[in-house]
C-alpha cells in the first residue's frame, strides 16, 4: 500500500493541449497557440481540457494576446462544459479581469455553449452592463437556453424583454429633456436588437413584430406553461 501511495505521489500531472498553447506562448509563437485552441474547441464535453482553458485566461501572456484570450473562450464554447462554470463566474468577480470587455464577452461566448443554469444569474446581470456589446453577448447567449428549464427560460426572457423594451421607448421618446438618452438609446438599439429579438423567439418558440408586442405577449402568458403554446 505505501509503495501504492508514493507511485501516486511522484506520477507526473497529465497534461492537456492547453499545456501546448501555454508553451507556446512561451516561445512567442502566438499563431501556433491559436491553432491549437481551435482544436481543443472541438473536444466536445472534455471537461478537463475546459478547466485547464479556464486557468489559462489569468495567465499575463494570454490577458497582453487579446486574439488568444478570444480564442480561449471561442474554445470553452465549443467544449460546452458545465463543470468550467466556477470558474467562468470568478472571471466575473475577479478584481482586474471583471473590468476587461473581452473577458465578459468571453464569459458569455462560454455560457452559451454550456447553457448551464448556474451561469443564468450572471446572464440576467451581464444584460445591465455598461458596455453594449457585452449586452449584446449576454442576450445571445440567452438564446442558448432555449431547452432550459421553463423557470430558467422565463427569467431570462423577462430580463432581455425589460432592456429591450426600454431602450426602445428611450430611442423613441419625443420628451426634449431626453435628447441626450435618447441619442445614447439609438445608439444602443444598434447593437443589442438582433441578439435580442433573436433569443426571444428562442426562449418563446414565439414571433413579434416589436417590444410593445413582446411586453403584451409576455403579460397575456407569463403564468401559463410556455409548452403547450403554439405560435
Not at 466575473?92 to 455553449?113: F, M, P, Y
Amino acid at each position: 500500500m505505501a509503495i501504492l501511495i508514493l507511485l501516486l505521489v511522484l506520477a507526473p500531472e497529465e497534461t492537456t493541449r492547453a499545456d501546448e498553447v501555454a508553451e507556446a506562448l512561451a516561445k512567442g509563437d502566438k499563431p501556433k497557440a491559436i491553432a491549437i485552441l481551435k482544436e481543443i474547441g472541438t473536444l466536445k464535453g472534455n471537461d478537463a481540457e475546459a478547466l485547464a482553458v479556464a486557468r489559462l485566461v489569468r495567465d499575463q501572456k494570454v490577458q497582453k494576446e487579446p486574439e488568444v484570450l478570444e480564442e480561449c473562450f471561442l474554445a470553452l464554447k465549443g467544449i460546452g462544459s458545465r463543470k468550467v462554470t466556477p470558474a467562468l463566474l470568478k472571471l466575473l468577480d475577479h478584481s482586474t479581469l471583471k473590468e476587461v470587455v473581452e473577458v465578459r464577452i468571453g464569459v458569455c461566448r462560454a455560457l452559451q455553449g454550456s447553457a448551464d443554469p448556474a451561469g443564468a444569474e450572471a446572464l440576467l446581470g451581464l444584460l445591465h452592463d455598461r458596455e453594449d456589446r457585452v449586452i449584446a453577448a449576454s442576450a445571445e447567449a440567452a438564446g442558448a437556453y432555449r431547452h432550459a428549464k421553463e423557470p430558467v427560460r422565463k427569467d431570462l426572457f423577462k430580463g432581455i424583454l425589460d432592456v429591450y423594451e426600454s431602450t426602445w421607448n428611450l430611442k423613441n421618446s419625443v420628451k426634449p429633456e431626453l435628447k441626450t438618452e435618447k441619442r445614447r438609446a439609438e445608439r444602443k438599439w444598434e447593437v443589442i436588437e438582433a441578439p435580442m429579438e433573436k433569443s426571444l423567439q428562442l426562449l418563446s418558440n414565439q414571433t413579434q413584430p416589436d417590444p410593445p408586442s413582446w411586453r403584451r405577449w409576455w403579460n397575456k402568458n407569463k403564468k401559463d406553461r410556455w409548452a403547450e403554446l403554439e405560435n
